[in-house]
Structure formats: structure tokens, C-alpha cells
């Protein structure tokens, strides 16, 4: 159980806080929709032969991230290890505002992460873009992005798939408030300490009902966010 949730906490790492663009969107381009990702591959270093790992690792296989999203709110939705962690995360750009739903080990917390344009973070980061290296991913050309970056103290590198045809606010990319990318990454291959995930848009849906962004917040108990990083250090 600890060991998954490991990665569970490693897993949050990128998405714990979300980065928002705010560059101003073509009307050619798909600003409203539902977007459904996949962990497909999971591995850490140093592991192999450890059946307790393998079966952490296993279990967190499948595991999804959605993303419903248009100009007014955007709502990310991350089910991992078979519902045993759930995280909810809205924001809504007319209030500027953002909040976090967790549902982790049989606790209720409601995060209130502040402005959605907050305060940028000193991040260095880097990206390289191969529009020669080329996917088409759930109907959308898709070219190659490399991200390299230094995210509280750990060292980060992602290999992304990015598609210009969808533009949404989210960077998912923690502590990076400007989108660095021209639009919406739809593969991930990610490695941070030592752990390898892999995920990938298996759905793409260009309406959606928009109730998902209506949460019933009885039963929560409220926190800021420092109140959780010190929670994920001490574990849940």
C-alpha cells in the first residue's frame, strides 16, 4: 500500500497545480470538448523482480486523466488505481478562481488553490520542438515536444505529442502559469525520480454535459495548499 502510494504522490507531482495560458484563441481552433488520457505504461528504476513494485506499478496502468473544458471553465478529472484516488480540479476564468476535490484513502479535502493567474513560480525550463517527428493521436496531427525542467527540487524531463488544433488553458505542468506549449499535449512520456509513465488520449468528444462542472462540496473538509504539500510529505 505505500509503495502505491508512492506513486500515487509522484504522479501528482505535474498536476497538483495546473499552468494557464492566456494568449488569445483562433476561432479555427477546438476551444470547447472533453479529453480522455491513459496511463498506458508504468516502470521505476531498480524495481524489477519486486512483486509488491510490480503489482503497484500494475494497478496504476489504466489509470485516466479527462479534461472537460471550454472558454468559461475548465474541469480535470484524475481516477487512479482503480478509484482509489480521485482529484477534481476546477477552474472557472470568469471568478479567476481555482479549487481542488480530492478523494485519497478515504479522506474528502477541498483545496482552494487561489487565482487562476497567480503568482509565476522561478521555474527554469526548457523546450525543444521536432515538428519533423509526427503522430496522429485520436484524430489530431500531433508533432514532438521535449521538456526539461527543475519542479521543487527534482528534476523533470517529458517527451510530449502537441496538437495546435486544440487550445485549452491547462499546461499540465505544475507551477507553470504561461502554456509553453502552442497548444494541447496528447501523449506524455514522463521520467521524474526515477519513475517512467507513459500516457495517451484514447477520446476526444467535442460536447460534453456541462453538470460535470457543478460539484457537490458537502462532506469535504477545506484546506490550503500548503496545509496539503505538508500532507504529502508526511503521507495520507
Not at 500515487?8 to 472533453?34: C, D, M, R
Not at 496531427?141 to 510530449?160: H, K, P, R, S, W
Request: glycine share 8%; aromatic share 8%.
Amino acid at each position: 500500500m505505500n509503495n502505491l502510494k508512492l506513486f500515487i504522490v509522484a504522479f501528482l507531482i505535474p498536476l497538483i497545480a495546473l499552468g494557464y495560458g492566456t494568449e488569445v484563441l483562433s476561432q479555427n481552433k477546438v476551444t470547447e470538448g472533453h479529453l480522455k488520457m491513459e496511463i498506458t505504461e508504468v516502470s521505476m528504476q531498480g524495481q524489477s523482480g519486486n512483486p509488491e513494485m510490480e503489482m503497484a506499478m500494475e494497478m496504476m496502468k489504466g489509470s485516466t486523466m479527462e479534461l472537460y473544458f471550454n472558454r468559461e471553465r475548465e474541469l480535470s478529472v484524475v481516477n487512479m488505481a482503480g478509484g482509489m484516488s480521485l482529484i477534481r480540479t476546477l477552474m472557472d476564468f470568469n471568478t479567476n478562481q481555482s479549487t481542488m476535490f480530492m478523494e485519497m484513502m478515504g479522506q474528502k479535502m477541498m483545496v482552494d488553490l487561489g487565482e487562476v493567474e497567480g503568482v509565476d513560480e522561478e521555474i527554469d525550463f526548457e523546450t525543444q520542438v521536432n515538428k519533423n517527428n509526427r503522430k496522429n493521436i485520436v484524430g489530431f496531427d500531433c508533432y514532438e515536444v521535449i521538456f526539461t525542467a527543475n519542479i521543487q527540487g527534482q528534476n523533470m524531463q517529458m517527451t510530449l505529442y502537441v496538437t495546435e488544433d486544440i487550445q485549452t488553458r491547462s499546461s499540465l505542468i505544475q507551477g507553470i502559469q504561461q502554456n509553453p506549449f502552442q497548444g494541447t499535449p496528447l501523449a506524455m512520456e514522463m521520467n521524474v525520480m526515477g519513475m517512467t509513465m507513459k500516457y495517451e488520449a484514447k477520446a476526444f468528444n467535442r460536447t460534453f454535459d456541462k453538470s460535470v462542472f457543478n460539484i457537490d462540496k458537502s462532506g469535504y473538509r477545506e484546506m490550503d495548499l500548503e496545509q496539503l504539500q505538508r500532507m504529502g510529505m508526511g503521507g495520507f
